[in-house]
């Protein structure tokens, strides 16, 4: 009995020394290996920089004040500072006493687009963005409002970031470790697909919610796709899952829509990492718990934010939003959201940026044939993702030369049907709640294009590394090549312009050299003398 305890401690400290072992620094050889392996990647960081740094170019205009579009996200985070759930502006003494604060009479009163409670304003999208701008401000000693362009385009670049890690590891682990030219294909189109850019020339609190949701699925599905690699061998760590699941929960808290997302990754994460064990079924229930535990928390956490704000657990502010445009939710207007997301035109034009957004297109964004609800509205612009991101003309071959499953053996086989069905989940079900909505908007398309954009590159990496790939190499990746580099000029040139064109507006000598210099038509005067349409989002 002594000798079996004297074992168990034996067993435990062992235990203990492999865990501090895992983190001491590495020494000699394996030190040597890992600056080895940051040196081959200094590319790759210089990449990310550039991009980062052209990124905060756009949602400055060039200028050293950033454009301010939008500011609730700021007083949410001002109110949490002061330990407040509202907003910290009084209602108009007007809207007080009105009979009915929500009647569209009482516009000239209102804080547009605020949630209105029993004398408060508050906002109706998630709070985590809120949060994370308080925190900042807190640390920084910021006790000034600063709106919401840096909080939004802080997302922006997180979404890019981890965009272009999960190009890096589809790249690298699914099919060559070589490959610095897809993977620097994949980070690019991430980084420039409409409407990534057009998102950062508008800065606003309208985008920010949508974004941060998109950077924290990003960031998850990174954790999962390693735990998914790493299942069933030495490398297998038990804290990815509940990183995956914290970043699926945090961006809950940003967009409360990606739940269909989230309620289909979780399964499917904990599927991949169980089916290499013997003990499938347990290993998916744990897998499962591991991943889920952190939403269920953050979950509960943004019910109770509810209960506390409205009094109610599902009301999310929405409802009670003042509005000149209340949300309408219906089934019939999904076809014709599907379209327009898909193949809404632009504008073409000799005059710089030469893709232009049409705002109030009316018929001519649709068919003659098209069937449209009567009140479907065809207000805000959009182009679409089939005519704008031309590399995700390359999905069918995602699915069409996936490797055969024969039982999923084989970790590669594995991780890229996870890849494949992760997603095709991040570019259908993220959006798919937008599609009952009675119109269409440029800044939806964030919902779907990161998955859209990692199922393309899956796509072109199949085909060239398919035997026919292997046959033309060259031939495949410049057509690869080609399509990505369209578009990226397409989703800059439609970024060059914002919702209000965003350049004129703010750096109009910048704007008046780049239309002179890259116009073909003769006279350049109607881009200089062209009003700003549609709002101010």
């Given amino acids: 009995m002594l000798r079996r305890a004297w074992l168990g401690k034996v067993n435990v400290r062992s235990r203990v020394s492999r865990a501090f072992a895992c983190l001491a620094p590495p020494r000699g050889g394996a030190l040597r290996a890992r600056v080895g392996r940051v040196l081959r990647r200094t590319w790759f960081f210089a990449l990310l920089a550039a991009v980062t740094w052209l990124y905060t170019f756009i949602g400055a205009a060039g200028m050293d004040d950033w454009p301010v579009y939008g500011v609730y996200h700021d007083l949410q985070a001002d109110g949490f500072l002061k330990g407040k759930l509202s907003l910290p502006i009084e209602p108009d003494p007007y809207l007080l006493a009105a009979k009915n604060p929500y009647d569209y009479s009482n516009v000239n009163h209102w804080w547009l687009d605020a949630s209105y409670y029993r004398g408060k304003y508050y906002i109706y999208w998630g709070p985590v963005p809120a949060l994370l701008q308080a925190a900042a401000k807190w640390v920084l000693r910021i006790h000034r409002g600063i709106g919401d362009q840096y909080v939004a385009v802080f997302f922006h670049c997180m979404t890019f970031w981890c965009g272009a890690l999960l190009a890096e ?22 980084a420039f697909a409409n409407p990534s850019p057009h998102g950062v020339a508008t800065a606003s609190t309208y985008q920010t919610a949508i974004i941060a949701a998109q950077a924290w699925l990003c960031f998850g599905v990174i954790f999962a796709f390693d735990a998914v690699w790493h299942a069933g ?6 804290w990815r899952l509940p990183l995956a699941g914290t970043g699926f929960a945090l961006a809950l808290g940003s967009r409360v829509t990606v739940l269909p997302a989230i309620a289909l990754l979780i399964p499917l994460t904990a599927l991949a990492t169980a089916w290499p064990s013997d003990r499938r079924a347990l290993r998916f229930v744990t897998g499962s718990l591991a991943a889920g535990l952190p939403v269920v928390a953050g979950g509960l956490g943004l019910l109770a934010f509810n209960k506390l704000r409205f009094d109610h657990y599902l009301e999310f502010g929405s409802k009670l939003q003042l509005s000149a445009f209340p949300i309408r939710f219906s089934p019939i207007y999904v076809w014709a959201n599907l379209y327009a997301y898909a193949f809404r035109p632009g504008a073409l ?11 109030h297109m009316g018929a001519p964004a649709f068919p003659r044939w098209f069937p449209l609800p009567a009140d479907y509205e065809v207000l805000e612009p959009v182009v ?10 390359l999905i069918p071959f995602a699915f069409v030369l996936a490797p055969r499953p024969a039982g999923f053996v084989g970790r590669r086989v594995r991780a890229y049907y996870f890849c494949l069905l992760a997603f095709s989940v991040l570019a259908s079900a993220t959006g798919a709640i937008a599609l009952f909505i009675y119109g269409a908007t440029m800044r939806y398309l964030n919902d779907v294009t990161s998955g859209l954009v990692l199922l393309a590159l899956l796509g072109a990496l199949a085909l060239r590394y398919h035997r026919f790939g ?20 397409m989703g800059l040139l439609l970024g060059y312009q914002g919702y ?24 350049h005067g109607s881009h200089d003398a062209a009003p700003a349409r549609g709002s101010t989002y």
């Fill in 169 to 190: 590891r589809v790249v690298t682990r699914l099919f060559s470790s070589r490959a610095r030219f897809f993977v620097a294909l994949g980070a690019l189109v991430f």
């Fill in 233 to 238: 061998s030495p490398a297998a760590r038990s």
């Fill in 349 to 359: 034009s000799c005059e710089f940026p030469y893709l232009n957004q049409v705002w």
């Fill in 384 to 393: 679409g993702w089939a005519l704008t991101i031309p590399l995700t003309w």
């Fill in 470 to 489: 292997l046959a033309a190499p060259r031939a495949v990746s410049g057509l690869a090549g080609a399509l990505g580099l369209a578009t990226m000029i």
């Fill in 500 to 523: 209000n064109r965003h350049f004129h507006a703010y750096n109009p000598k910048l704007d008046r050299k780049l239309v002179t210099a890259l116009s073909f038509c003769g006279n």
